[in-house]
């Protein structure tokens, strides 16, 4: 099976697991990211906008618990710039080893904490702005796409957005943005990333520093009760779109907020929390919940308890491990690279496969199979037009086989086809193969691929089921 974790992000990030903690403003604390860092992840503190005695006390507190690798994340474009200025200058007088940086891009900035030994880190929405981050120094790069809870700078599914970041890039990719299980793991993996970031299911743990109201309308929520909208708009920039879950507010039964006196809904030791504000309900806070941003991402259907955050990364894990074992739950052998499979044959049986020609149909299945993923997630994405989840059953079954056949291979093939002639092409190739393979855990596990892939074109042959068109971002009429 391969090594989930060993990736460059991971050595760069210094975790044990490809998991990390969003920088979520508000409810990333120390607690939530010592969690994930015991649980072998990598977390962010979310200080957007905070004082820097809250970046001091914060990092303190991790320090004190005896962690020396975490992150720090800011928002340059959402902070006045006087209180950027002593973020980024406290940050660099605590040797925070590393910083995760989101929305418009700032080259001054990566350079200024490239030179300060930090390791720098960027979220983006578009292949354009992930070359720009890459010319602008930055070491691992975040591929967000649409489906990613609070503020939103992809437009994007994640399924199309992050192969072509991957491709387009030459640092470690990282994926956000509705991913909540170990089968989005496995998915991102095969896709290219390094690792995925987790906001919203992080959220959902005992740690996070949300309210516990927050967290009880997240277990309730489906992923089709979040909406992209730009209506929680005080603290940032103007047309900022955010993923919450629906409500009165997104609805638009308060209009838009644009002019008038703002009215007090919350309050947080003192601070007023203003209706359409950008501010989540925090454990610190009070007041009407119901009417604040209730940020999460598409991933939310996959959310059924609000476990610790290590409980909840261990069973993630234990998911993409699982998959890659028996990617659709058969009994398949332990699995191990083409490369070690082709060391199997050796010139004593007669009439079997040359271990160059084996490796040559390796290498053709795992293109196909690469190709499989993407007409699946293709498909998953027509049958859930808006606000599913980023990856569907069926990538998650031929990412897990294009993991375990060919861990180091990224050809995406250009050659489209369609789904079935793939899997009947996939099919020829194993028959030919099998056919002529002694009895050994190779053969076994191909023959379970052939089933495999006969079931997936049995299901595929079977129409879909219909689903409701919704639009996602809400236009002015429809609120
Ligand atoms: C409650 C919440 C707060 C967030 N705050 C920040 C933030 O302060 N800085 C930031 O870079 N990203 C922030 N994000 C976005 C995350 O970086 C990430 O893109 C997102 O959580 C991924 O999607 P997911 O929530 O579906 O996992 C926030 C997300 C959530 C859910």
Known sequence: MID??????????????????????????????????????????????????LIESEVAALRALGHTRFGVNLIPAATPAELLEAQLAACIRLQVPVIGLFWDIDPAIVAR??????????????????IAAERAGVDIIIAQGREAGGHVRGTRRLAELLPEVVAAVGRPVLAAGGLASGGDLVVARALGADGIVLGTALMA?????????HKQRLLEAQAGDTVLTDIFHINWPIGAPVRVIRSSVTGGLFGRGDGGPRRVIGDEEGRPIHLFSTDSPLRSMTGDFALMALYAGTGIGKIEAIPPAGARMAALMEQ??????????????ETSSPVCYAGEFNHAYMGNPEPGEFAATCDALASDLQQ???????????????????????????????????????????????????????????????????????????????????????????????????????SASDR
Not at 113 to 130: F, I, K, L, T
């Open 205 to 213: 743990t005992q740690e996070a520093f949300a309210h516990p109201y």
């Open 372 to 474: 499989a993923v993407h007409l699946a997630l293709a498909d998953h994405a027509e049958q859930h037009a808006f606000d599913a989840p980023p990856f569907g059953h069926e990538a998650q079954a031929y990412a897990g086989w294009l993991l375990a056949l060919a861990p180091d291979k990224d050809n995406p093939t250009s050659q489209v086809q369609t789904l079935p002639t793939l899997l009947g092409a996939m099919q020829a190739r194993l028959d030919a193969i099998i056919a002529r393979l002694p009895e050994t855990d190779l053969r076994q596990l191909l023959s379970q691929l052939r089933q495999f892939l006969t079931l997936q074109q049995r299901r595929l042959a079977k129409p879909a089921p219909a689903q409701p068109d919704r639009p996602e971002i809400l």
């Open 4 to 53: 989930l974790a060993d990736t460059a992000a991971c050595r760069l990030l210094g975790c044990r697991v490809p998991l990390v903690l969003a920088g979520m403003g508000g409810v990333a604390r120390h607690e939530l990211v010592a969690a994930v860092t015991e649980a072998g992840g990598f977390g962010f503190l979310g200080m957007v906008r905070e004082p820097v005695a």
């Open 320 to 333: 993409a491990r699982a998959l890659l074992a028996t990617p659709d739950a058969g009994n398949a052998a």
């Open 113 to 130: 904490c490239r030179d300060a030994g930090m390791v720098v880190c960027w979220q983006v929405g578009s292949v354009d702005e992930a």
